[in-house]
């Protein structure tokens, strides 16, 4: 016989999270979760890995100044012209693709 687990579509579980709460965030939790028809764990749960998924997001995203964007576009505009070597490295990743289509 299959685990309920297995059965139900759900992922085990291998670690466990604890926090220690002040009475006014037990209360606001304990609210949102009554209102949200959702279990302590299953809240938490939700809002950290929000949580975790936006802060990952700003960290990887660079925002620039208008200055900025304007000098990094005169950078880009202004950059060399590719060298024997680079052209080769181009053509072999060109051929490279080709193969894998």
């Given amino acids: 016989m299959a685990n309920s687990l297995e059965t139900t579509g759900r992922r085990a579980k291998e670690h466990r999270f604890e926090a220690r709460l002040s009475d006014e965030d037990n209360e606001l939790i304990e609210e949102a979760r009554a209102l ?3 279990t302590r ?3 938490m749960v939700r ?3 929000a949580y975790a998924k936006d802060a990952i997001a700003e960290y990887r995203s660079t925002l620039l100044s208008e200055e900025e964007f304007s000098d990094l ?3 880009l505009d ?3 012209e590719p060298n024997e070597r ?3 490295a181009a053509a072999q ?3 490279e ?3 894998h289509q």
């Fill in 78 to 80: 202004a950059a060399p």
């Fill in 93 to 95: 990743m060109r051929q």
């Fill in 41 to 43: 764990t299953d809240l």
């Fill in 73 to 75: 576009l005169d950078a």
């Fill in 36 to 38: 949200l028809g959702l």
């Fill in 86 to 88: 680079t052209r080769r």
């Fill in 47 to 49: 809002a950290l890995r």
């Fill in 97 to 99: 693709r080709a193969a």
